[in-house]
C-alpha cells in the first residue's frame, strides 16, 4: 500500500462557503548540496561538445516509486557507457548525499552525460536522475522540462505503487516518450507478467513494449539503452537560435559559489558570455561551462540540446532558482513556462536544545541553508523551548532530511516541533486589513492565527492523493480518507486484486494532525479530536518528565481554555537507604552525573524538563 | 565460599561494605598465614570497615603541624569458622598509621561466624599499634541463626560491646521471601539474648517496602520490633538490585512492585511511630534513644577519617605519616582471592589510591552529612574549606536558597541540614545542590575535580 500526492495543489476554501479557491500552489524546488565535487577532471582533455549536433542528443530521465531500483539502473547505465569504471563500489552512485544512500532515497537530481556508439554513432546520452519523493515533485517536474523521453521503472515483484502513477502522468502530461522497464526479474517472487499488464491496463503501453531487466545483475541493461536511441526524440531546438537555457538543478560550492545545472533549449554558452537571469533580471559574466559525467568536467561550449553546467558567479542558491530562464544579455527570450517560486507547505519550529547553543545553531542553518533555498526560516521564540526558528520545508521528509543533515554535517542536536501548514485567512475586520495592509494573509505559525470574528473564510492547502492498495484494505481506506475529510476523485482496479485510488486531501490532515486545536477555535467540528489530542499530549509529557518536588499539572489549552489534564504527583521520599562509607564513590559518580544532568535541564518556572522530554512527547505525536 | 548462614548474594539487601581490618602487615610471620586465609566468598562483603578517628589535632594540621606519631598496626582477619590468624605488625614509622582508634566494626557478611578469638586477636593487634580507648565503641554484626547466648557472651570477653543484628522481619513468611535462614523466633531470642549482653548497645535491622507489604502489615512489625528491641533501631527500604532472585521475582510480575507512594507512607509511620516512643531518628535510616547513636557510622556520615581493611574496603584518610596532607579515597582489592595473595606478596591489598579534590571532599560532604538530623556544622565544613563558608557557598541566590525558601533546607547558625521533609527527598535536592557546589567553587577557581592521577598502589604504596 503506499501513497504519493501530486504536484496538483491548491487552497481549498474551509469556511463557510468553498469559494473561488483555486490559486495554484507549487512545489519549488529543493536545493541541498554539499556534496563536494572533485575537481579531477578539470586535467582532462576537453571535449569539442560540437561534434554531438542535436541529432544525437537524447536527453532523459529514471522515474520510479522508491526503491524499484532507479538508481542501481543509473549505476549500470554509466557503467555500460564508460563514465564509470565498473567495480563492486558503484552503489547510487549519483546519490552522493549521506543521508541519501543511508535512507535509500534521492534527494537531489543529478546528472550524468554518458557517451555510447551505437549502430556507428557517436551519441550523447544525458541522463537525469530525480529525487523519487513527493515532496519533490516540482523537482521531478523542472528535471522532466530537460527531457524529452523517461524510463519509467516498475518492480517486478510489487508491481506499479503510487509514486509510480504519479510519476507517470509527470512524463505523460509533459508529452514525454515513455520505455517501461520492469526491474529486478532475478527476484524470486517477480512477476513481470503481472506488472505487464497492471501497466497495459493502466497506462495504455501494449505489453510487448515493457523491457525485462535486473540492474542488479545487468541483465538487458544495454537494451534499454538502445531503446532509449530508437523510442526518444532528440530535443527540438537550434544552435543558430539565440541562448534559451533553462536551469533545473542548483548546488552550492563554497569555493566558486553557485554551479547551475542547464539544460539549453537554443543557442549556445561559452566562458566569456554575459548573461542575464529572466526571473532576477540579474546579470552575469560565465566562468565556466561543461558537463557532468557525473562529475564536472569543463568543456569549450555548450550547444543547444545539450545538458552540463554554468557557473557565472552567482552567489547564492536563490539566484539560480530552479525552473529560471538564462539568456544572452540583450538578447532576451521568452522564458520557458513552469517556473515557480518556493513556496514551503510544511512549518515547524526549530529551537536548540541548549540556549547556549543559539548562535552555532543559527550559523548551521544559514550555512545549510546556503545549499538549500527551498527552506524559508523566520525567527521565532517559545516560552517553553526558548529562543529559535520557524523553519519552511516542502513536505515532511524534506523536514526530517533537512533535520539530519543538521545532525551529520553540523553535529547539531535540536527539538523540532510538530510540522503544521500553511493557512490563508481572508480578513473581514477593517482593523486587521489596515495592519496587514491586505485582504488575505498566509500564517505559517499556529500562534499568530487570526481569531474567527475577523475572518470571512479560512483556506487551506489540498493535495492530490494516489494510493495504491491490495483490494482487502478498501473499505478501511475509504473510511479513513473520508475521516481526513479527502475528496475521492477516481477508483480503479489495477488488476484482480489491486486497486487505485485518488483523493483531494486537505494537506493538513495528511501532514499532522496539530491544526485540531485551530479548527476548534474557527468551528466546533474538530473539538472532540483535539480534547483526545490534548489528553494524548499530556500523558506523553506525563510519562516523559520526572517527578519533582512538587506537584505538577499538566494542561493542554485552546486559547484560554484547557481542554485536558493530568498531574505529575510529587516525589514523597526520595532517599537511598543505605549510605556508609563503602559505596559512597559510586554514589558520588551517579550524583556527579545527575548534578551535571541540571546543567541540561529546561526550567520553565520551577520546573524541571529533561532537555529530550519536547523531542520524545514530538516525536511520538509524529509516529502516530 | 560462601559463609555459612551468610546472606546469599542474590537476595537483594546484602550491604555493600568491605571489611575492616586494619591495615595488613608487612612483614609476615608464621605459615598460618596463608593456610587459615578465607578461601573465597562469593560475595565482597565478608569484611567490613573499621574505623579510625582522628583525634581533632592530627586531623588538622593547622592545631598541630603534622603528628608524626600516628601509628596503627593491624591484622587481617578471616571470618572462617575455625581458622584464623592473627599477626602483629611491627609498628613502622613510614606507616600511615592513626593516632588513636575511635572504634572498630566488623561487619559485612556474618562475622558472627567467626570464632572470637579472631576478633580478639584483630582487637588487640589494633590496641597494640594505636590507642584504642577502653570505651570505643566496637561493634559485631550478627546474624540471628549465628548469635545464641554463648556466642555472644564469647565476642563480649573478645572485646565487642555493642551488637547489630539482622533481624531483617520479624515475620516467618517474609523472611523466607527475602531468603533468609532464619525465623522470626530465633530472631526475638537472639535480641533478647543480645540485651541482656549488651544492654543499651544491641541495634537491629529492619526492612520494610517488601512486596506485598501492607501498611497495616507494616504498623504491625513497628509495634512488634517497639516490644522487642533495645535502643537502636537501623530501618531500610527495600532496594531491589538487579541480578537478585527477588528482583527477578518482581519484574516478572511473579511479585508486585511496591508502589511509590505506600513506601513514602511507611517510611513516615516509621519515623513518627518510632518519634512517639523517644527514638531520635539521627540518620536517614538510623534510629536511636537515650544517646545510642552508632559512633562508628556517624564518622562516616561527618566525613571522619576511616580505614577499610578486607576485600573491596573504602577508606578515606590523610596520609600524615608520609608528609602528605591531602584527603585520599583508597579501595581495596574486592576478590578475596586476590586480596589475600596481595596482602602476603605486597604487604597489603590496597587496589586504588586517588587524592581528594577540594570539591570532591566537599561534595562527599554534603552528600554524606546531609543524611543526618545534625547537617554539616560550620564548623566541619570549615575544616574541609576554610576559605568558602556555608554561608558563601548555599547562602547566596541559588538552587540552595530555592530549597530553603521550599521548605526542604535550612541554613541557620547551626549549620547546614534537611528539614523533617527534605530528609525524605535527599536525593532529589543533592543534585541541585552539588551543581551550585560546582559553580561556586568554579568560580573560586578551585582546581577542578579527579586532579592527580588514580594509580594502582605498587609495592612502595602503603597498604591499607
Not at chain 1, 572533485?38 to 536527453?59: A, F, H, L, Q
Not at chain 1, 503544521?420 to 505559525?445: C, F, H, M, R
Not at chain 2, 560532604?365 to 556544622?377: A, K
Amino acid at each position: 500500500m503506499a501513497l504519493a500526492g501530486r504536484a496538483a495543489l491548491r487552497w481549498g476554501a474551509r469556511l463557510p462557503s468553498p469559494g473561488p479557491a483555486a490559486a495554484p500552489l507549487c512545489r519549488p524546488a529543493w536545493l541541498p548540496a554539499a556534496c563536494g565535487r572533485p575537481y579531477s577532471s578539470r586535467g582532462k582533455e576537453e571535449i569539442d561538445m560540437s561534434t554531438y549536433p542535436v541529432e544525437s542528443i537524447r536527453n532523459f530521465s529514471i522515474i520510479a516509486h522508491v526503491d524499484h531500483g532507479k538508481s542501481t539502473l543509473a549505476d549500470r547505465l554509466l557503467e555500460i557507457t564508460g563514465t564509470i569504471s565498473k567495480t563492486d563500489h558503484n552503489k547510487q552512485v549519483l546519490d552522493k548525499l549521506q543521508v541519501e544512500r543511508e535512507r535509500g532515497i534521492t534527494v537531489k537530481a543529478q546528472s550524468a552525460s554518458l557517451f555510447y556508439n551505437h549502430e556507428g554513432i557517436n551519441y550523447l546520452l544525458s541522463l537525469i536522475d530525480t529525487p523519487g519523493h513527493v515532496d519533490f515533485s516540482y523537482e521531478v517536474s523542472r528535471s522532466l522540462s530537460a527531457c524529452q523521453g523517461v524510463i519509467l521503472v516498475v518492480d517486478a515483484n510489487e508491481g506499479i505503487q503510487a509514486q509510480t502513477v504519479a510519476n507517470f502522468y509527470l512524463a505523460f502530461e509533459a508529452q514525454l516518450s515513455i520505455i517501461p522497464v520492469i526491474n529486478k526479474i532475478d527476484l524470486k517472487n517477480a512477476d513481470p507478467e503481472r506488472v505487464e499488464k497492471q501497466i497495459e491496463k493502466l497506462f495504455d503501453i501494449p505489453t510487448d513494449e515493457c523491457i525485462r531487466i535486473s540492474a542488479k545483475q545487468g541483465t538487458n541493461v544495454e537494451k534499454v539503452l538502445q531503446k532509449v536511441i530508437e523510442k526518444i526524440p532528440p530535443p527540438q531546438c537550434n544552435t543558430a537560435d539565440p541562448l534559451k537555457a533553462l536551469v533545473f538543478d542548483s548546488t552550492f560550492d563554497h569555493y566558486r559559489g553557485v554551479v547551475a545545472n542547464i539544460a539549453l533549449f537554443g543557442g549556445e554558452i561559452a566562458k566569456g558570455h554575459k548573461i542575464v537571469s529572466a526571473h532576477t533580471k540579474k546579470r552575469y559574466e560565465v566562468n565556466e561551462v561543461g558537463i557532468l559525467t557525473p562529475n564536472e568536467q569543463p568543456t569549450h561550449k555548450l550547444y543547444a540540446g545539450q545538458v552540463g553546467y554554468l557557473i557565472a558567479g552567482m552567489k547564492e542558491v536563490t539566484e539560480a532558482q530552479i525552473g529560471d530562464t538564462l539568456f544572452l544579455y540583450k538578447q532576451p527570450v521568452e522564458p520557458l513556462p513552469g517556473f515557480k517560486s518556493v513556496k514551503p507547505m510544511v512549518f515547524a519550529g526549530m529551537y536548540p536544545v541548549d540556549q547556549t547553543e543559539y548562535n552555532n545553531l543559527k550559523s548551521a542553518l544559514e550555512r545549510l541553508t546556503l545549499n538549500d533555498s527551498s527552506v524559508t526560516v523566520h525567527r521565532d521564540s517559545s516560552l517553553a523551548l526558548g529562543a529559535g526558528w520557524r523553519l519552511g520545508f516542502l513536505g515532511l521528509l524534506h523536514m526530517e532530511v533537512f533535520n539530519q543533515r543538521l545532525e551529520q554535517e553540523y553535529n547539531m542536536s535540536v527539538i523540532l516541533t510538530a510540522p503544521t501548514v500553511p493557512y490563508k485567512a481572508v480578513l473581514s475586520s477593517a482593523k486587521l486589513i489596515k495592519e496587514y495592509g491586505k485582504d488575505q494573509i498566509t500564517i505559517i505559525n499556529p500562534a499568530q492565527f487570526p481569531d474567527k470574528l475577523s475572518v470571512s473564510e479560512y483556506l487551506e492547502p489540498i493535495v492530490l492523493g494516489t494510493i495504491v492498495t491490495p483490494h482487502e484494505y478498501i473499505g478501511k481506506i475509504i473510511t479513513l480518507c473520508q475521516d481526513r475529510r479527502a475528496v475521492q476523485k477516481d477508483l480503479l482496479y489495477i488488476d484482480e486484486n489491486r486497486v487505485m485510488l485518488k483523493y483531494l486531501f486537505p494537506l493538513n490532515e495528511i501532514v499532522v494532525d496539530f491544526y485540531d486545536a485551530l479548527k476548534s477555535l474557527s468551528s466546533g467540528y474538530a473539538r472532540d479530536k483535539a480534547y483526545a489530542a490534548g489528553k494524548l499530549l499530556c500523558e506523553h509529557l506525563k510519562e516523559t518528565i520526572p517527578r519533582q518536588l512538587f506537584e505538577i499539572a499538566i494542561q493542554a489549552a485552546i486559547g484560554k481554555k484547557i481542554i485536558a489534564r493530568e498531574t505529575l504527583k510529587p516525589y514523597r521520599k526520595n532517599v537511598v537507604a543505605k549510605c556508609y562509607g563503602g559505596d559512597i564513590t559510586r554514589r558520588m559518580k551517579l550524583l556527579r552525573r545527575q548534578a551535571e544532568g541540571k546543567r541540561l535541564m529546561r526550567k520553565i518556572g520551577n520546573v524541571e524538563v529533561p532537555r529530550d522530554a519536547f523531542i520524545r512527547v514530538l516525536k511520538r505525536e509524529t509516529d502516530k | 565460599m560462601h559463609w555459612p548462614g551468610d546472606a546469599p548474594p542474590g537476595n537483594g539487601v546484602a550491604r555493600d561494605e568491605g571489611m575492616a581490618v586494619p591495615h595488613t602487615p608487612r612483614a609476615r610471620s608464621g605459615p598460618t598465614a596463608a593456610s587459615a586465609a578465607p578461601t573465597a566468598t562469593s560475595t565482597r562483603t565478608w569484611c567490613r570497615r573499621w574505623t579510625r578517628r582522628p583525634c581533632a589535632p592530627a586531623w588538622c594540621g593547622r592545631h598541630r603541624p603534622c603528628s608524626a606519631s600516628a601509628r596503627c598496626t593491624g591484622a587481617c582477619a578471616g571470618w572462617a569458622q575455625g581458622g584464623c590468624w592473627a599477626l602483629p605488625c611491627p609498628p613502622a614509622a613510614s606507616h600511615p598509621l592513626p593516632h588513636s582508634v575511635t572504634s572498630v566494626f566488623f561487619g559485612g557478611g556474618t562475622p558472627s561466624l567467626a570464632s572470637p578469638g579472631t576478633v580478639a586477636a584483630v582487637l588487640e593487634a589494633v590496641a597494640g599499634a594505636a590507642h584504642l580507648p577502653a570505651g570505643a565503641e566496637v561493634t559485631l554484626e550478627a546474624n540471628p541463626s549465628s548469635a545464641s547466648a554463648s556466642v555472644l557472651d564469647g565476642f563480649r570477653a573478645a572485646g565487642v560491646n555493642r551488637l547489630s543484628i539482622g533481624v531483617q522481619s520479624l515475620d516467618d513468611a517474609e523472611l523466607r521471601m527475602l531468603g533468609r535462614e532464619h525465623t522470626a523466633a530465633e530472631a526475638r531470642k537472639a535480641v533478647e539474648a543480645a540485651r541482656g549482653l549488651f544492654p543499651g548497645r544491641t541495634s537491629i535491622d529492619l526492612l520494610f517496602g517488601l512486596p506485598g507489604q501492607s501498611r497495616d502489615a507494616w504498623a504491625q512489625r513497628l509495634e512488634a520490633t517497639l516490644r522487642l528491641c533495645d535502643d537502636h533501631i537501623s530501618l531500610y527500604q527495600l532496594t531491589l538490585e538487579r541480578g537478585t532472585a527477588l528482583a527477578a521475582q518482581v519484574r516478572a510480575g511473579a511479585l508486585p512492585a511496591p508502589p511509590q507512594d505506600l513506601l513514602a507512607d511507611m517510611y513516615h509511620t516509621a519515623r513518627n511511630v518510632l518519634g512517639a516512643a523517644g527514638f531520635r531518628h539521627y540518620e536517614v535510616s538510623n534510629f536511636a534513644r537515650k544517646g545510642a547513636l552508632s559512633t562508628h557510622n556517624l564518622s562516616y556520615w561527618r566525613a571522619e577519617q576511616y580505614i577499610g581493611v578486607g576485600p573491596g574496603a573504602h577508606g578515606r584518610f590523610v596520609l600524615r605519616a608520609e608528609g602528605g596532607c591531602s584527603r585520599e579515597a583508597r579501595v581495596q582489592t574486592p576478590e578475596p582471592v586476590a586480596w589475600m595473595r596481595e596482602v602476603q606478596s605486597q604487604g597489603h591489598g590496597t587496589r586504588s589510591r586517588a587524592v581528594l579534590s577540594p570539591l570532591e571532599q566537599l561534595e562527599e560532604l554534603l552528600t554524606l552529612g546531609l543524611r543526618t538530623d545534625e547537617g554539616i556544622t560550620h564548623e566541619r565544613w570549615g575544616h574541609f574549606s576554610p576559605q568558602l563558608n556555608l554561608q558563601a557557598v548555599f547562602g547566596e541566590p541559588g538552587e540552595a536558597r530555592a530549597l530553603q525558601q521550599e521548605g526542604w533546607l535550612v541554613l541557620d547558625s547551626g549549620g547546614l541540614r534537611c528539614t523533617w521533609a527534605g530528609l525524605a527527598v535527599l536525593d532529589s535536592l543533592l543534585p541541585a545542590l552539588l551543581w551550585q557546589l560546582q559553580r561556586v567553587l568554579g568560580a573560586a577557581r578551585c582546581p577542578p575535580r579527579g586532579a592527580p592521577a588514580e594509580e594502582r598502589a605498587g609495592g612502595g604504596a602503603r597498604g591499607l
